[in-house]
């Protein structure tokens, strides 16, 4: 049997040495288990942007993975801790809604609130649960514990709110900007199999057309397309639609149909 | 027989290539050791932060375990490059004081200078004692070299001056910043065992009370609280302690017990 | 047999997940690989510097390594996506000449251009062929496809053009800045095998001995010496020679022997 492997993502940044904290713990206890650093730079307590992260990997891991997320701004307070199993990997996260786009998406969903008693090691910090509560968990699950032993069932994890995306009788969709990466691409919440005849975008004052790649458009130009998640981007080629466009999560984002609403409110324009 | 592990904790950055050399020559050395990254973000020959960072791990992962650490300004002078065994775990570093946080704690303590000579390899450049010294030393030693193998004993490793820490008669206690971390807690030399009554800290022109979590404030407000690595950390619920009360390594801090004092010096209080 | 080796180093970041789900892929299709990450750090779309990096590291792995590199800017255009063996390891990346300092140096080298017909998984995206193109492609050459199995040979790679270093006929070297590195040493392309009684550096207004290590000189002077490159590097001890110098990639260097133009031109003055 190939080792199980464990991914991590964190907001703990490295040099202080917490992530190799947890990773050194989880070696201790389950030495077989392969660690993989998703991420440690999430930034600070950005519980929307280590969900947004972990909906882009986790159903691409093998089945079996343990996916462990520590973006904890409320350690210390009585939120809980859990361990889920959802469509086949594991996961162990605080309950504040960074488990949100995995939710959204997964089928067989079984979650529990992890009883600190259940794990190995002493008594938790009020500060670390990455170290003293996250870590043993996980490394009990990858070397084979089975959910129902870390705790009690729960049907109610907190879930972020999700953007809203609507689409009018016109056909016109709004939705919002859900993400900027480090491209500075805006990344929304407008389905790319909504789209249908809308050929260009609206954010603020700016409109860029929609197209399907980057060789669409000239270097520093504005497009619209649809990226790797799925949803409608707007990005710019060899450049940052975010600092360009002055824009960030949150922002209005507007799919429409302008040839039809032109041949429609211009006297002399057609479809090209 | 499970893969032996190993650390690597330096302030190389990613980019440069530099941190994916040492793990090339140590893979091509001993290609069974699993490499786990502990950071390579130690701002540039921080050699305090690289020994404070190693403190808050060395001891969580399993024996056997090597820790490298290269934090190394000195690289091209005479220091001394050294392999250790220190309470199981295996070290190699340059002679730095780089382990002092090991070195304060660590109960069985095995020190060699290593000598170039029991290296694999060709000779080694003036620059990068990283991917020449280091990384064939903790190579050879993570496929079963003994200490005694890589050089000769020494006693007398670089260690830093520990911070000073003292109880007053009247039993205040006053320590100092050690470190700011990434959320901008400042942890202090304070040990947790020492507070006996004292109910706030002082930190400047600024006093906090001492509590046991952060659900103990209120969101943007100080605390102080013992932390995860046991010593007093001063901290901002949902903020940074460092950037509100403009702190910062060295800042001097003072545990008191102002209930006692209040009782003695102010007239008509009493302790609440 | 010890598993495989596999490096990644993309200009992704960690905070999208984009680099997670890279590593998520390679485990689904290849389980048993190892995976390190070289860097995500890689400036965004700067291909130089990407080249740079690899050119440190790829040649001290083992043989069989695959490197992964994805430096991008043209994802979604017509370039085509390499895979290649070169001098035992095997590389997969854009052809965009991010392997131009492997080519340099390399012996034996085939590459093949990879037909996506040839990967398992769904229709690649227009916006992640890390995810879609170059990980499904490094995961099969990591469980044992042959180079063949990914596309048909082609002899024409992009390649990076070299930065040009020559000496002139009375033995001063001219050269340039090639990589700034995170400590701000100014690495050129001057070999330090070309070096024969040249004894100073010149870069812009600023002229600096050419010494052996950093231990030549006082901490804050600056030094030019053969780095761990084996070219000339401009070094301030403990201190950013980029930015004390204000110099960046592209500035020019030269390297003399001012002794013996010294005592052609000034009248009194002997080698020292």
Redesign the interface.
């Known amino acids: 049997m ?1 080792a199980r ?1 464990l ?1 991590l ?1 964190t ?11 947890v ?3 989880i ?2 206890i389950c ?2 288990v ?12 950005d519980v929307a ?1 280590g969900a ?11 089945r079996d ?1 343990i996916h462990v997320v520590v973006v904890d ?6 939120r809980r801790a859990l361990a889920a199993e959802m469509d086949g990997r594991l996961f162990v996260a605080p309950d504040n809604g960074v488990l949100s786009r995995v939710l959204d998406v997964a089928g067989a969903v079984r979650i529990v609130a992890i009883d600190p008693g259940s794990l190995p090691g002493d008594v938790a ?4 649960h990455g ?2 509560i996250f870590a043993p968990a996980a490394a009990r699950l990858a070397c084979g514990a089975l959910l129902g032993e870390l705790g009690s069932a729960i049907t109610d994890p907190v879930r972020l709110a999700a953007a809203r995306v609507v689409r009018s009788e016109e056909g016109e969709i709004a939705g919002e900007v859900v ?1 900027v ?3 500075g691409n805006l990344v929304t919440n407008i389905p790319g199999a909504w789209l249908d005849g809308h050929d260009s975008a609206r954010l603020g004052l700016h409109t860029m057309p929609i197209g ?4 669409d458009i000239a270097s520093g130009d504005v497009l619209a ?4 998640r799925g949803t409608l ?1 707007v ?1 710019v080629r ?1 450049g940052d639609a975010a600092a360009l466009l002055q824009a960030n999560r949150g922002a209005a984002v507007y799919a429409v149909r302008s040839r039809l609403s032109g041949s429609a409110t211009g006297p002399g324009r057609r479809p090209a």
């Open positions: 190939s492997r991914t993502l907001d703990f940044g490295t040099t202080d040495g917490y992530a190799a904290a990773k050194g713990v070696a201790s030495s077989t392969r660690i993989d650093d998703a991420s440690h730079e999430i930034p600070r307590g942007a947004w992260a972990l909906g882009g990997y986790w159903h691409l891991y093998p993975t701004p409320g350690v210390g307070t009585a910090s009020n500060t670390f170290r003293d993400h990466d480090r491209y399907r790649t980057y060789s397309l649809v990226g790797s981007e990005s060899d």
